[in-house]
């Protein structure tokens, strides 16, 4: 069954704390991606993972780093969380990269509150 | 610089038909692909048009014209359960992030009995 699952779905944190995000898909696909989605806005793409150990910065990375160590796995941390970071974050991922035709498969998205 | 433009809102009956519009200003074009959102779940892969014309895939249809930059995903039939967002995401040849997905904000259908 193909599946993009993150976790955890629902998160409160303090301003300051640090947030860990963790996603998993299960269909060996190269190609990872974290975005943030807020009220009225487009998907914003934060990191993409093209494999093991490489990462490339989106459009927003400022605040955000991410770790992919196994294919399968790809994590969003937020050192020092602040308010502004309150969103809904979606994981998703790809066979190869954003190629002509790829699709994109997403997960359930973490919706993070800072107060 | 890069923009996607949509709706934000579009109204329709039930039996009717749906059309959801998208612009797109960017730096190069490699194709545009359309993802159905319904509320509080995740954004679900639809069309994927790289040429112009017509893709008539039964319920959803998907229009190009790259020299207008402009498209539009075609809901015909309507039903009830077709009230969700519709993104539009037009990729790019990016330099530093190869192949760059840049997403329209969305126009929200409300499909009415």
């Known amino acids: 069954d193909m599946k993009v699952t993150q976790m955890p779905r629902y998160l409160i944190k303090r301003m300051g704390e640090n947030v860990l995000l963790e996603c998993g898909q299960d269909?060996?696909?190269?190609?990872m991606y974290w975005y943030r989605q807020d009220p009225g806005l487009g998907l914003q793409l934060i990191y993409i993972?093209?494999?093991?150990?490489?990462?490339s910065e989106g459009d927003i990375p400022k605040g955000y780093r991410v770790s992919r160590k196994k294919r399968e796995h790809f994590s969003l941390i937020l050192d020092s969380a602040k308010t502004n970071q309150t969103s809904v974050y979606f994981c998703a991922s790809s066979l190869y990269g954003t190629g002509v035709g790829n699709t994109l498969y997403f997960g359930e998205g973490s919706r993070l509150i800072v107060v | 610089g890069q923009g996607v433009e949509q709706p934000a809102k579009l109204m329709s009956v039930e039996g009717t038909f749906a059309r959801v519009n998208c612009t797109y200003s960017?730096?190069?074009?490699?194709?545009l692909s359309w993802y159905q959102q319904r509320e509080g779940q995740a954004p679900v892969f639809l069309s994927y048009v790289v040429l112009d014309g017509l893709k008539d895939s039964g319920h959803f249809s998907t229009f190009l014209s790259r020299s207008n930059g402009y498209s539009y995903l075609l809901l015909t039939e309507l039903q009830i359960k077709d009230s969700a967002s519709y993104l539009c995401a037009v990729r790019t040849p990016g330099t530093q992030v190869v192949g760059q997905l840049t997403f329209g904000r969305g126009t929200r259908l409300q499909v009415y009995a």
């Open positions: 269909m060996s696909h190269e190609t």
């Open positions: 960017t730096s190069g074009f490699n194709g």
């Open positions: 993972s093209y494999d093991v150990d490489s990462n």
